[in-house]
């Protein structure tokens, strides 16, 4: 409740136990004097009017709240589009999903390879197919004995690519452990591949 006397002011609130949160419209001023554009200092008049009072919008107020030095307050609200008024900047950065080079998720598939698997349309189309590559990565095939067997060079937004189980020549190979060295920039990975080949029985001798 408030009392009132001759010349007292009275409050449409009580401006008591309260603290008061007003946003203003003006550019950050670290030295916190929010004057005219001529250099004026806080609550400088402007047309019979402050230049905090033309430039307020929100006003929040504290119930009970004691504000210490160094608190932060943030706040999220839905700001409504003025057309010709609000202005928005944006900047762009590069997709870092694209440009990964990261290995740790590829496979090779089927691993095992036994003969044939359930993706081949015939038994002259055999492959075996790497999954989760990055857009650029070179994938070389050695045998066991250190013998490269076949380079794969893949650079597309795909993150398949796949050996059709020849050699560098295109002779099919033989049935064996096979390793696989994918790398993708500073990246690299090593895969172990057991393959045997289907067996080959021909139908005219």
Known sequence: MQSYAAGDTVYIFNPYDRMYTH???LPYQEDGQYGTASGNNWGAEENGFSTIENNLTWNGVWWDTQFNQGDMLTFQYANPI??????????????????????SNVSVYPNPYYGFHELESARNNKFVSMNNLPQEAEVKIYSLGGTLVRKIEKDDEGQFAEWDLKNQYGYPVASGLYLM?????NEEKIVKLALVQET?????Y
Do not use: C, P, W
């Not at 080959?200 to 005219?204: A, E, P, S």
């Open 181 to 185: 060295r994918i790398t993708s920039g």
């Open 200 to 204: 080959q029985v021909l139908k005219y």
């Open 82 to 103: 003025q057309a010709g008024t609000d202005v928005f900047s944006f900047t762009m950065s590069e997709n870092n999903v694209l440009a990964s080079n990261d290995l």
């Open 23 to 25: 946003f203003i419209h």
